[in-house]
């Protein structure tokens, strides 16, 4: 025995003709949807009162601030604000605006005679109705707002758009007025307190000077004037540094003159430090040895020329070196007298600067009070300047914080509601849930609907798919236009046996009505048509039906010989079709409830298989009791119905597990009651067939009557049987 498999569910995979089948099948919803959802909206469309609309456009700017900075005129606007429109808005619907127009066009007295029977409305109750009534948009790039109110009076509609922007323009200018008002008086305050501390600081001012002695043209000046003003520090700052640059000079050279010998001092010194008398020595000096070295050649060293001249050159020698030594002497005492200037200059300024600090710091107190009481005054003037600049601004009309340019009219057709938009709408609309709910109940219902779902499910062939609407071909007879199904039913059927053989079908299903008697009875037919011996059996013991079809009683049959009371002979009824019998259920004991697994009924089936060419079982619902299992257990083959959209596929997946379980011989499925108006896909399955076999005229077929081809024969495949 086979394990039982476990269902898995096929993965979904549509195609548009998929979601077009859908479409057609439940096209019945989605008309029935579509012509309530339309006629609904057609008829709410002309129910609904009829609405004027009137539009006035105010332009609005920001407010400044409340009081202005005192360098920032008044007329100064404050920076972007992204939430000016959507403030601006929220004020027009505030009570601080709504409140004047209910006041000003008595809306509580008029509303409550037009809608509430006479009775006067709240003001909350007018101001919820009339926020309704009116909507605002901003015109796109400007500073206009568009003031729109809908009304059933087209008259009292361009009325309350006009009142509201009245009333928000009042509102505007009033509060403004407020906020200046209230600024100014704060102004003035703040003025009477600035005027006593002047007077309370000039007061301390003024005895400051007295007490410090400070004199008319020091008291005058903005600070302590100092020993040197600016420019006369300067100079002497100037002298400093030259005397520096200067005295540095002297000294670097002096102390390079003190680093040579004797006789490279005479050298440098004329030049270092020019001096006449030196140069007049050295110039003689120089004279005199020119003198000795000429006579030197014409007479000797003692001569007495010669002395006299050497005598003359040593006397200039020491003359030179004391001139030197003085020049020296002078040249340090220049530069010690230079360091003493420069000391005392700058010892002088310090000594000056030490007084004015002095002074500085005596007359501060005196300075401070005085310029504290200059910033007052200061303070003061811009103070009384600002006062009457804003008294001044709020005398002038203001127009530019909120001003109407177009005023509402009354209008001339109503817009709402826009019956056209509203129609077509509910059409669209009618038509998309239509649809919706088609899919959904689609998506709910997990029924069997195409061939592929079966052969993805159950893993197995189908066999047959059989039209909506199918008599019995008992009735119709073998020119039925319905047979053709069956006769592909009975060839697919023959063609999947595994061995000629097997010829004791059972049919089943999963639960009641599903088609399987019908199914049993016109395949069966279909048999005998053929000429073949058949013989059906019914063998829904709890509820038969078969022996209703055919007209015969059902006090004789199946059960009568699984209790040994009858024979076969006795049982087996014929019926109006060539080679059909029949055999009925028989009356069923109640203590008799598991005769169909019985040895009597294996020797039974055993004993019809050497009779009959094909014996067809008709069994109860394999779900609802345990006959159909153990029919399936004891026949060759097992051929299962499914109707069409009917039970869930999971229902009929655990029939087919069952019949595998008992180790029955599954050969395929049967599609039942299937609509071929609705699915393309099903008519190519099977109504192709009749279309191509009874399209002929009758010429046609008298002509293969002649030519010995049977009517009921299939074009191209021999009858066995």
Known sequence: MEPVKNFTPPEARLHFLDYWRVIRIRKAIIITVFLITAIIATAVTFILPESYASTCRIKVESDGLDIPGMTTPSTAMSGYDPYFIQTTFEIMQSQLVLSNVIRDMNLNEVWGKKYYYGTPLKDSETMAILKGRMSLAPVRNTKLIAITVYSDDRDEA???????????????????QQMVKKGVDVLKVQYQLEEQQIQTNQDRVDQLRRDLGISEQMANSPGPT?????????????????????????????????????????????????????????????????????????????????????????????????????IMTSLASQVHSMKASLDALAQKVEDAKAKDMLEAANFQPYYDAKRQLENQRDMHRLLYAKIKQEELDSAIPKTSMAQITDTAEPGKSPVKPNKTVNIVLGLVFGLIMGIGLAFFIEYLDTSVKTIDDVERTFQ?????????????????????????????????????????????????????????????????????????????????????????????????????????????????QTTTVANLDFM??????????????????????????????????????????????????????????????????????????????????????????????????YYYYSGYYHDYYYSRNPAEQMAEVKAGVPANSEPGIKQKY
């Open 460 to 572: 197995a062939p189908v066999l047959g798919v059989i039209p909506q609407n199918i008599g019995y071909l008992l009735e119709e007879g073998s020119e039925s236009k319905h047979a053709e199904a069956y006769r592909v039913l009975r060839t697919n059927l023959l063609f999947s046996r595994k061995d000629e053989k097997l010829n004791t079908i059972v049919v089943v299903s999963a639960g009641a009505g599903e088609g399987k008697s019908t199914t049993t009875i016109n395949l069966a037919t279909v048999f005998a048509q053929a000429g073949n011996r058949v013989l059906i059996v019914d063998s829904d013991l709890r509820r038969p039906t078969l022996h209703k079809l055919f007209k015969v009683a059902n006090n004789l049959g199946l059960t009568n010989y699984l209790l040994k009371q009858n024979t076969l002979a006795e049982i087996v």
């Open 226 to 326: 100092g020993t040197y003003d600016a420019i006369a520090l300067q100079r002497i700052h100037e002298q400093l540094l030259e005397g520096e640059r200067y005295y540095k000079e002297k000294l670097d050279l002096l102390n390079e003159l003190k680093s040579l010998d004797q006789n490279k001092l005479r050298d440098v010194l004329p030049r270092a430090n020019p001096d006449a008398a030196l140069s007049s020595l050295l110039d003689q000096l120089h004279e005199a040895q020119r003198s000795k070295a000429a006579k030197i050649v014409d007479y000797s060293l003692s001569n007495s020329v010669v002395i006299r001249i050497q005598t003359q050159i040593d006397t200039l020698d020491q003359q030179i070196d004391d001139c030197v030594v003085g």
């Open 158 to 176: 361009a009325k309350i758009a006009n009142a509201i922007a009245v009333a928000y323009t009042n509102y505007r200018l009033e509060s403004r």
């Open 584 to 681: 009925a259920s028989g009356k069923l004991p109640n203590s008799s409830m598991g005769i169909l697994g019985s040895a009597q009924m294996k020797k039974m089936i055993s004993e019809l298989k050497q009779r009959y060419d094909f014996i067809l079982f008709d069994s109860p619902p394999i779900l609802g009791v345990s006959d159909a299992s153990i029919l399936a257990s004891e026949v060759d083959l097992v051929m299962q119905v499914i109707q069409y959209r009917r039970y869930p596929q999971p229902m009929t997946v655990r029939a087919k597990q069952m019949i595998e379980k008992v180790g029955g011989n599954f050969v395929g499925i049967v599609l039942n009651n299937i609509n071929m108006s609705q699915d393309e896909g």
